[in-house]
């Protein structure tokens, strides 16, 4: 056989070849933009041109800083084509953790959204790498003056850079694109993604076991873009040569539901707290799902009750899907096999409800503490590790990898079970984070800026059950002597230090904290006396 090598370059060309025709589709605040796969294909080279112009080569990186929209996939192509990566940054970390990502990763090139200008404008002069901004431009057709020297119009460079038409050949193993996800403490940490591991992924999610995009689809992709590539969706789709629908700069439930709804949505994947969103909104507007036939869940654990609102009153399949930014991302999907269908619906349902099976070309183990497999009774608990050609091997130049990646498998910090006919279901996590709303917030870094109140003497920060973020940052607190200090001083005092959403709406004031034997604060006693509720809910086998 040929030794051909696994890059995205297929998946531009075939697009480009096959589905010249097929709309791109990009809300914008006061309407909506529309390309085609030729059009995209054409820019995307004028873009490759322009960035090369501006200095960028092979192994060069270029961030973005954007909105889901058609020129975000621009950009991951064009750098990904020409041998750069593009590297997506999180618009909801704060401006420290910004600048240490794109200093570490060395962004030659950053390209950022006008609407998000106020974000990172302040940050622009703590990046140490960055020679070039490109600017898209707003709804208005202004682009905003970010005070940068080297500051271009995304929309001029493209329209006067002559294309990029040889290609450089590409070895499949470099890096295509980087993600950081966040660290238990500490900085974030680099994912790097060759080409072979976005090929191989992108086609693991056309399978019709797993999400099954097609031809035949329209996708929308409400995963941000900067969350490992929208979940490898838009590289899928664009293989396949499904329509694709963006939610363009800040986009609402109600965007949302007009955009499946006025423009044919077939397929849609976002987290658990924008599906909730949508299912209050259509309880109150009455309308339907039109066209959707799909929805992927995935990033923190679906609800039954919302998995089954959405397949009962809606007739929309819902699939629940599991996995992480080391794993490009998905790993499992929850569909049931054939001889369920006839199960009673709780059962069905608890299926469902699990993170599913394994997808092909990977390989799991559920090992307890001295690294034994756990038997796959459903009951017995251990951490997922992984391996696999779309699974990281490391985090990119960070010494915290020989933590994670041990003797060839990917340790998860999931704790999950495994049920006789396959299915994973996570039941806790050992990384000590809050997930809220799809996004990190570090229990640690909480804890230390609350205990540098003068009058509180400990502090922890516990993750507790929310219905719309599913998860949520709770302080246990110990007053120092003689402190009389309440909740508002407490969250007030380290305002400042985190964006917004990281602060905990609620404080329990309590006189010690339980202390594990090595000294470290029980989190799970902690979650036994807060959220108990919670764990006999998640901890159940009978969903
Ligand atoms: P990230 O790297 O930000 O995508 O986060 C990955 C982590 O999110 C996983 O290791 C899990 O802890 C959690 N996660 C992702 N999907 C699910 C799911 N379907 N159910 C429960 N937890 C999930």
């Given at each position: 056989m040929m030794d051909y090598p696994l890059t995205v370059r297929t998946i531009y060309q075939r697009a480009q070849a096959l589905f010249p025709g097929r709309q791109l589709v990009t809300r914008l605040p006061g309407g909506v933009r529309r390309t085609t796969y030729g059009e995209w294909a054409e820019r995307v080279a004028r873009l490759a041109g322009g960035l090369r112009d501006l200095g960028v080569g092979p192994g060069d990186r270029v961030a973005t800083f954007c909105w889901n929209h058609d020129r975000h996939l621009e950009v991951y192509f064009a750098a990904a084509l020409m041998g750069a990566s593009y590297h997506t940054l999180n618009i909801r970390l704060g401006g420290d953790q910004l600048a240490y990502i794109v200093n570490h990763a060395k962004d030659k090139v950053l390209v950022c959204d006008a609407e998000l200008a106020p974000a990172i404008g302040p940050v622009l002069p703590g990046l140490d790498t960055v020679e070039h901004v490109l600017v898209l431009d707003g709804d208005d057709g202004q682009r905003p003056d970010l005070g940068f020297g080297a500051e271009h119009g995304y929309e001029d460079l493209v329209e006067r850079s002559a294309p990029m038409t040889a290609w450089p050949e590409l070895d499949e193993r470099q890096t295509a694109g980087i993600c950081y996800t966040s660290a238990t403490t500490g900085n974030p940490k680099g994912v790097a993604y060759s080409h072979r591991a976005l090929y191989l992924h992108s086609l693991v999610v056309g399978l019709v076991d797993t999400a099954a995009i097609s031809e035949r689809d329209v996708l929308l992709p409400i995963v941000p873009m900067f969350h490992v590539n929208a979940w490898g969706m838009p590289f899928a789709a664009t293989w396949f040569g499904a329509g694709q629908v963006y939610g363009g700069p800040a986009p609402t439930p109600a965007d949302y539901l007009r955009l499946i709804r006025d423009e044919g949505v077939t397929v849609s994947a976002g987290v658990p707290t924008v599906w909730l969103g949508i299912l209050q909104l259509l309880e109150s507007d009455g309308g339907d799902l039109g066209p959707l036939q799909r929805i992927i869940c995935g990033g923190s654990a679906a609800p039954v009750s919302m998995i089954r609102a959405y397949e009962e009153r809606h007739g929309v399949e819902f699939v629940h899907a599991y996995g992480m930014t080391e794993a490009t991302p998905v790993t499992h999907f929850s569909r049931l096999k054939s001889g369920m269908d006839d199960l009673p619906v709780e059962a069905r349902y608890g299926y469902k409800a699990k993170q599913g099976l394994l997808v092909p070309g990977l390989e799991q183990r559920v090992v307890d503490a001295d690294g034994d497999e756990v038997p796959a009774d459903g009951k017995s608990m251990g951490e997922l590790r992984l391996r696999g050609p779309s699974i990281a091997s490391e985090y990119l130049d960070d010494p915290r990898s020989a933590q994670t990646f041990v003797d060839g498998w990917y340790h998860t910090g999931d704790v999950a079970t495994v049920d006789q006919a396959g299915y994973l279901h996570v039941v806790?996590?050992?990384?000590d984070l809050v997930k809220s709303g799809g996004e990190w917030i570090s229990s640690v870094e909480l804890e230390n800026a609350l205990m540098g109140h003068p009058e509180v003497a400990q502090a922890a920060v516990i993750a507790v059950p929310d219905e719309r973020w599913g998860e949520r940052p709770l302080a246990v607190v110990v007053r120092k002597p003689g402190s009389e200090v309440g909740e508002a001083e407490v969250v007030a005092s380290v305002a400042g230090k985190f964006p917004k959403w990281w602060l905990p709406e609620r404080v329990e004031f309590v006189d010690e904290i339980p202390m594990t034997a090595t000294g470290k604060f029980s989190k799970r006693l902690l979650r036994e006396r807060f959220v108990s509720r919670l764990h006999e809910e998640e901890g159940s086998d009978e969903r």
């Open positions: 806790d996590r050992t990384k």
